[in-house]
């Protein structure tokens, strides 16, 4: 289909006057329409939705020029009812309430624009099948917590309205036992705590930073288990609150970003020159922050027993300390 067969009420046109040329493509679109954000502009581009001079365009970060006309087209919208599908689930543990599981780095909790396919929520829906009583008058299951799509480790599912609205409660009252591992770089104190609010960045929307006005109060304590040449921490964290990305956040504004870190690691840090060079290779390499879900426990919210499960991190994880450590 090229432009000209989209309906008027799906398509945006625009011309780019001199005044508008050098933007990235995304964001000209984004700020130009104004009721798509820019992620949701950027999914349409990576999925051909937008032409310029009759040509489909697929590049987000493609630079605007004068004259050219471009074309955004928004597909109707579809039920956001996921699909149920078959993917097999590191699960450990499960009764008629709720599944706790050990996700893999890569998979993504729920369905958006994008991922609509293939994430957690779409492999829930296939395992629990008829096991879900409904939440929020639909078959689906309850997501009360989530881990960043490249964060592996353990999450609790509600698979009833009961477990639903006790976990959701037990994880707004922070009466949740929740600890990370994960490696960062520098040396860290053998304890410490980050205390500062954490909101949306105003520079780039994907990121989150500490703010000083405005944005939710979040505090994390860390623990350093192992060091490498003073060069690379592996830590412990914990949670007394629940922001968005508040480990990474906290640990880049000290100075000490996660290991492979996509978002807050963004140039080659001088602690890593204090690495061998083979450690050094690997850990610059690591393609996903080095973040683990090791502990969670909480309190059953049918039996009230007290539940506590651990996990080791993944292979990859555990590859990458065998080169820090030199084995």
């Not at 493509?25 to 104004?34: H, N, P, V």
């Not at 956001?80 to 909790?109: M, N, S, T, Y």
């Not at 609790?156 to 409660?169: C, G, M």
């Not at 555990?318 to 450590?325: D, F, K, N, P």
């Amino acid at each position: 289909m090229t432009d000209a067969h989209v309906p008027d009420e799906n398509r945006f046109e625009f011309v780019v006057t001199p005044e508008q040329a050098g933007q990235r493509l995304d964001r000209f679109l984004a700020d130009s329409i104004g009721t798509l954000s820019r992620s949701r502009v950027k999914s349409l581009i990576e999925a051909g939705q937008v032409f310029c001079d009759g040509a489909i365009i697929r590049e987000p970060s493609e630079t605007t020029r004068a004259a050219r006309r471009l074309v955004l087209v928004v597909p109707p919208a579809t039920p956001a009812r996921p699909q149920a599908e078959d993917h097999a689930l590191p699960i450990l543990f499960e009764d008629r309430d709720l599944i706790v599981l050990d996700k893999p780095a890569g998979l993504v909790v729920h369905p958006a624009p994008g991922n609509e396919t293939g994430t957690l929520v779409n492999a829930l829906l296939g395992h629990c099948g008829e096991d879900l009583e409904g939440i929020g008058g639909e078959k689906r299951p309850g997501i009360v917590h989530r881990l960043d799509k490249d964060t592996s480790g353990l999450m609790v599912v509600a698979k009833t309205p009961l477990a639903h609205n006790a976990l959701s409660d037990a994880f707004a009252a922070r009466d949740i036992d929740r600890a990370y591992k994960a490696l960062a770089w520098g040396l860290l104190p053998a304890t410490i705590s980050y205390d500062g609010a954490i909101g949306r960045d105003k520079r780039d929307r994907k990121r989150m930073t500490v703010v000083t006005q405005g944005g939710k109060h979040a505090l994390t304590h860390v623990r350093c288990l192992e060091a490498f040449d003073a060069s690379v921490s592996l830590i412990e964290c914990k949670l007394a609150t629940g922001r968005t990305h508040q480990i990474r956040v906290h640990l880049s504004q000290a100075g000490h970003p996660l290991l492979g870190d996509p978002v807050y690691l963004r140039r080659i840090p001088a602690a890593a020159r204090g690495l061998p060079e083979a450690a050094r290779r690997t850990a610059l390499d690591f393609p996903r922050q080095a973040l683990h879900a090791a502990r969670l426990g909480f309190t059953h919210p049918r039996t009230g027993e007290s539940l506590l499960f651990t996990s080791e991190p993944p292979e990859d994880f555990q590859s990458l300390l065998r080169a820090l450590r030199g084995r």
